[in-house]
Every structure is written in C-alpha cells, then in structure tokens.
C-alpha cells in the first residue's frame, strides 16, 4: 500500500474513532433516574417503604402497595378498558382486570401492573397529577422552536379520556418477527426474542443487542410480578447477596457481615458512603454466620429488619463512618435528605445501598450525591 493510501486510511480511522467518541457520554453528572428522581424525593416517589398510597398523599386503595411497594393509587384502572392507536386492521384494546376485591396477580402474565403503574402517574385523565408538572424535563427543538412536550396521556385528544394518540400497549400490541415489516428474528418458547437473521445482526452491529439486558424487546411482559403487602420485606429471608447481576460486587464474610470489595462497589461508597460500616445500613443486618452460594451469587444468611434501614435514635442527622454528618429525616439510617433540590439524589442513594443494579456505579457512572 503507497503512503498516500496508508495516510488516507488511517485518517478515515481517526475519523470514524473521534465519531464514535462524540457520541458517548464519558462523564456523566446527572442521576441516572433523572426525572424520575422526582425533585430529590427518590425512590420512595414510585416505592413507598410503608403504607403504600398514603405515603405519598394518594387515596389509599386496597391492592396498590401489595405491588412492588408501588406508592400511586392504581385503583383509578382497576377494571378499566383502554383503546390506544388504531391502524387499519382495528384498534388495541387492554381490558385491566379488577383487583379491587382481590384476585391479585401472581404469575407474570398479564403485564397489567406495567400498564396501570405507569398510568398511576402518567394519566391525564384518571390520575391526579400531584407530583407531575405535565411536561418533560428534557426540551425538544422542532424548526427551531424549543419547547418541553407534554407527558400526560389520556387528554391531549378533544375529547378528555381518549387514549388513541397513545403508543399501542396490551395483549394485542405484540411482537411478531418474519414479516415484510419485521426482522428477521425468532420468537422463542418463554416468549423472548432473539435477532438471528442477517439484517436484524446488522442492526445489532449498528445499534445494540436491544433483546437483551436493559433493552426494549427484553422487557416484553414477560416477568413475575411478587406480592410485598405494603410493607418493605424483613424477616429471615429478606437476606443480602453478592455477586449477582443485580446484586454489588461485594463479599459476604464468615461473620455474616457485608465488605464492598470489587471496583463497582468501592466505586459506590467513594460518591455516598461506606453503607457496610459505622452507623451504615448493612452493618445493621440481623448478623448470622454463613452464606449459600449459587454459581456467581453468594447469598448471606443476615437479613434485614426495621433497625437496618431505621436509626430510632437519631432523626435529623446522620454520621458516616468517616466522620462526616450528613442531614437524614424519618430516621433512615445514611444521608437522606429528600426535596433538598431539584437535583438531590441522597434519598435514591440510600436505597442503592442495597439495589446495586438501580446505581449510577453499576452502570459505569460516577455521579456524587448531592
């Protein structure tokens, strides 16, 4: 190869190199939940720890914390029709099933809880907008004006509780693979997709493997939905394990106590605290020797109980091990101090204490707590 070619082909390398670096974000600052961090409250804005609704000023409703601790009243949807964008073939309709006296969803299966969770806050219609403004925090720039769209759904056609300018969702609104209009991919038995053709592995190159991981055609309803009452779980089998896809790169010790050892964890105590330590979280399991190990998981047998996440002798402030005081409220045992700004992240912080794969150090990010 001359030298002239050699240069112009290590230009186009340069090039394509400095393009791919553009379009990644190498130092993130915002929380990961963004928006979703609700002004500072967190995580407790969706998942209330106790009394489900209540907890976040909703009516009570008999089933809704029974739900992932979900903190919105659902009952608005209970029984429910929805009918989202047509096409020429008809329209998709999602009949939600009435839990209000019970019967409530055990196996995955419906998908209705996705459906109604989301609508809890998200409906213009049925919902009360407490926390919602209406509108995206991101803008949107279209012919040069920018503006913030609406997030509310159910009322922006004429007629207030039309859902026809909504995305389709529900048992008809389903994936189908094979087609003219659809990759060239396999449905598979436990209903998960899998790009197996030559375009749809084009795409995957171009783009990502969106049927795996946190991608879209991964989160089909297609998962199992527990029943948590409206209480977060304790007991002896509300235990902490290590290793796992969702759990910290940590150790589990002969002792039953918790060590964050690997990169991901070490990561996580440098931009919060060191929650296995002090006064921290994890040091106030229900200590008991021993662990169970399953494959990459090691599960420990100490377990959580009111006093893990709770210091009932210290409500306004907490201390980290290395001395720092940091503010907390309801007496929540690390630095919680939900609605301090419109950007406060320490309330999620506190819960990633234990859900690791809910971090910004999970997925590559170091973010300080505000």
């Known amino acids: 190869m001359s030298g002239g070619k050699q240069f112009a082909v290590a230009l186009l390398v340069i090039l394509w190199a400095a393009e791919i670096a553009a379009a990644q974000v190498t130092s993130p600052t915002q929380d990961v939940l963004g928006a979703h961090n609700v002004y500072g409250r967190g ?7 106790h009394n489900s ?8 409703s008999r089933s809704s914390g029974r739900f992932a601790l979900w903190g919105q009243d659902l009952s608005p949807h209970y ?9 020429p073939l008809g329209a998709y309709t999602a009949t939600v099933p009435d839990t209000s006296r019970g019967g409530f969803p055990s196996l995955s299966g419906n998908g209705y809880l996705d459906l109604i969770a989301c609508l809890s806050c998200h409906d213009g219609n049925l919902a009360p907008s407490d926390m919602m403004k209406g509108t995206t925090v991101e803008t949107v720039s279209i012919a040069g004006v920018t503006f913030n769209p609406p997030t509310l759904v159910g009322n922006g056609e004429s007629t207030v509780g039309s859902y026809m300018n909504g995305h389709p969702v529900g048992p008809t609104a389903t994936i189908s693979c094979g087609g003219k209009k659809e990759w060239d991919c396999n449905v598979n038995a436990d209903g998960s997709i899998t790009f197996a053709g030559p375009k749809g592995r084009a795409f995957v190159a171009d783009y990502f493997d969106v049927t795996g991981g946190d991608g879209p055609l991964n989160h089909l309803v297609k998962v199992t939905f527990g029943s948590y009452m409206n209480g977060h779980p304790v007991g002896p089998n509300a235990t902490i394990s290590c290793g796992g896809k969702k ?9 039953g106590s918790i060590t964050f050892a690997g990169p991901k964890g070490r990561a996580f105590v440098a931009d919060y605290f060191d929650v296995t330590g002090g006064d921290g979280p994890l040091n106030h399991l229900v200590k008991v020797p021993g662990s169970t190990v399953n494959g990459a998981t090691v599960t420990s047998r100490s377990w959580i109980t009111c006093t893990t996440c709770h210091d009932q002798h210290d409500m306004p402030y907490f201390s980290t091990p290395n001395g720092a005081v940091k503010p907390t409220r309801f007496f929540v045992r690390g630095w919680y101090n939900p609605g301090s700004s419109a950007t406060s992240n320490s309330a999620a912080q506190f819960c990633r204490s234990c859900h690791a794969d809910k971090s910004n150090e999970a997925k590559g990010r170091m973010v300080p707590t505000t």
């Not at 609704?53 to 009570?60: F, S, V, W």
């Open 53 to 60: 609704a209540p907890g976040n000023l909703a009516r009570p």
């Open 247 to 255: 759990e910290w790169d940590c150790n589990v010790n002969a002792d």
């Open 43 to 49: 995580c407790v804005a969706c998942h209330t720890p």
């Open 79 to 87: 029984g429910i029709s929805l009918t989202s964008a047509s096409h």
